[in-house]
């Protein structure tokens, strides 16, 4: 059986230059260079291989206008008048058609199966002057064929069509997608949110996936397959609802909680962080020892999630505020007189901010000793129906602590994971929806995102040997740290405008892929390019619309500025705003 069969027709040129995996192939016509496209698949010959092909992908066209003047040195005399006498000959035009490939694979007979298969590896290099062939019709739909089927594993994701034949399958390895986190980039309004629905619709369906999506705008809660929380707003504080998700403040670290409370311009900033953190683990410690939790008791650290009454740390503090200790005479000032007045004032205004209430206004219920494990439980589990996906919604909170309370979940679930049993850790991928808005480059970042960013980092550092996985989606890749998006090893790449942000991704991907990474600007709506081991090959997608698509959609302007119009309610938008509430 043979893998390809081609005519005339399908003969672009002959191998000219070869540079590991860029290859230049010299065209014969101009007739011939008008069959090559960017991006299109060719095939390259192997030196004394018959059923062996390399595959390549055109990278760039090139017609270069030459003079042919080129006659080597001019040595003699005759020569000088030769080259005279040829004077209006050396203005006559010749072109040298160009066509630069990068390499991706190679196409072989399986021995055991003589079936066609197709592999990432390059074993051979083309020969100089080796056949070119360009894959169209018939040859590109068999190779294309072989992609699918081979790319149709039992762990593969079906993401949508190839561009460059709408009738192939292209498939992305969920193993390998998650395996070493991946990156979904593309300009707002490219089509990243509904890739992401498309890709949460397919894992619903495994029995036991385990997906966590960070929701900021609500656009994932309609989603029916899914559980959703909700990170509560100051109209639900006193609700007790299964879908409210409390974060109670004694889950934060004491870095978090510095972060949340402390000013670092602040002359007395050392004293307040000194005087915070003995008052806190004192009162860790009572609550252990109510508790009679004596291991616990021994290992417990300042970080460790104990609940404790910021009640009693604001009574001790203020004590100090207030202190007077014996003089000589008449008693004097204490040590910290006066220096915490600050401080009390921003604790105060934080833990009594309605905005803030899902931290310190938690019901009593979720304050017990047992309530974490209870928390976890509702983010991490998958065993239920519809738990295998889980939406937790943010848009609530307010944007000045967002870092530190993404950060603090994504800290929560990854050290939960951290402490499982080797055995009974199930994967997990954290998918980032917006992830500049809480994971912004290192530069100039307040202490808030900061926390995050390392908690974050920690994750795509360690997260593969834990099995927990990071998505990040992002509208702006020029503003989310390098350092987690680096660590991605697969990329989706939907339509980029921006220089910047072009840029950004273009460092991401494999140099000799230029010529593709150019096509960014120009990508249709859900159009993408993936790169990376989930992909057989770096190719141009077209991702494939959800069933069911998030609330995300454009806004269409002039035809909604076309129907008869009905009184707006400003004064209940003016209500909601008050009540932080749009319900
Ligand atoms: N694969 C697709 N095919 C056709 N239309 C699509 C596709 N994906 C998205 N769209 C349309 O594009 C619009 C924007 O999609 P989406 O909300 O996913 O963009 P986004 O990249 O997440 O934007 P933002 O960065 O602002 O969140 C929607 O109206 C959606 O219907
Ligand atoms: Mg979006």
Not at 24 to 31: G, M, P, T
Request: net charge negative.
């Amino acid at each position: 059986m043979s893998i390809f069969i081609f005519d005339k027709s399908h003969s672009l040129g002959r191998v000219r230059a070869v540079d590991t995996r860029r290859v230049d192939v010299q065209v014969n016509s101009d007739e011939d260079l008008r069959k090559a496209r960017v991006g299109q698949l060719v095939a390259l010959a192997l030196p004394g291989v018959i059923e062996e092909w390399l595959i390549g992908i055109i990278d760039k066209v090139i017609k270069t206008p030459v003079l042919d003047n080129d006659r080597g040195e001019l040595n003699t005399e005759q020569d000088y008048e030769a080259e005279e006498a040829d004077t209006f000959m050396l203005s006559r035009e010749s072109v040298l058609n160009t066509v630069r490939l990068t390499l991706v694979g190679t196409v072989g007979l399986c021995s055991e199966k003589s079936e066609p298969q197709f592999s990432r590896s390059l074993i051979q290099v083309p020969e100089i002057d080796g056949e070119c062939y360009i894959l169209r019709d018939a040859q590109l739909q068999s190779f294309m064929n072989l992609l699918s089927s081979e790319g149709k594993t039992e762990h593969s994701l079906e993401i949508g069509k190839y561009t460059i034949d709408e009738s192939a399958t292209a498939y992305l390895d969920g193993n390998k997608l998650f395996q070493r986190h991946a990156s979904l980039l593309g300009s707002t309004g490219s089509g990243k949110s509904s890739a992401v629905a498309s890709i949460l619709e397919q894992a619903a369906k495994l029995p036991s996936s385990n997906l966590i999506v960070f929701d900021l705008h609500g656009e994932y809660r309609a989603l029916s397959y899914a559980r959703h929380l909700r990170v509560p707003g100051p109209e639900e504080l006193g609700k007790s609802d299964d879908s409210l998700l409390f974060l109670p403040y004694w889950l934060l670290n004491a870095e978090e909680l510095q972060a949340m409370f402390i000013d670092r311009s602040e002359f007395s900033a050392h004293n307040q962080v000194m005087a915070f953190q003995d008052a806190v683990i004192v009162e860790k410690k009572k609550t252990l020892e109510s508790l009679d939790k004596r291991e616990v008791l021994n290992a417990f650290t300042l970080d460790s999630p104990i609940p404790f009454s910021i009640e009693d740390v604001i009574c001790e503090l203020r004590h100090l505020n207030e202190e007077m200790v014996p003089g000589k005479t008449k008693d004097k000032q204490g040590p910290f007189h006066g220096k915490f007045s600050r401080l009390l004032v921003r604790i105060n205004s934080k833990i009594s901010d309605k905005r803030y209430g899902f931290l310190f206004q938690a019901p009593d219920s979720k304050n017990q000793y047992d309530s974490m494990a209870q928390i976890m439980q509702r983010i991490m589990d998958y065993s239920q129906a519809n738990a295998q996906i889980k939406v937790i919604d943010f848009s609530e909170v307010p944007s000045d602590i967002l870092p530190i309370i993404i950060g603090l979940v994504a800290r929560l679930l990854y050290q939960v994971q951290f402490w499982t049993d080797r055995d009974k850790r199930k994967p997990m991928a954290l998918i980032c929806d917006e992830a500049h808005l809480y994971l912004p480059k290192k530069d100039g970042k307040n202490p808030a995102e900061q926390r995050a960013i390392e908690n974050f980092e920690k994750i795509a550092k360690e997260g593969r040997k834990y099995g927990v996985a990071l998505l990040v989606v992002s509208q702006r890749p020029s503003d989310v740290s390098t350092t987690i998006l680096s660590q991605c090893n697969n990329v989706i790449a939907l339509r980029l405008t921006n220089g910047d942000d072009q840029a950004t991704v273009k460092k991401l991907m494999p140099e000799s892929l230029e010529g593709l990474m150019d096509t960014l600007p120009i990508l249709d709506i859900g159009e993408a390019l993936v790169v990376g081991d989930a992909v057989l090959l770096p190719s141009r997608m077209r991702i494939s619309p959800p069933s069911e698509k998030p609330l995300s959609a454009t806004i269409d302007f002039w035809d909604e500025w076309s129907i008869p119009p009905v009184a707006p309610d400003i004064a209940k938008a003016v209500e909601n705003m008050r009540r932080q509430n749009r319900r």
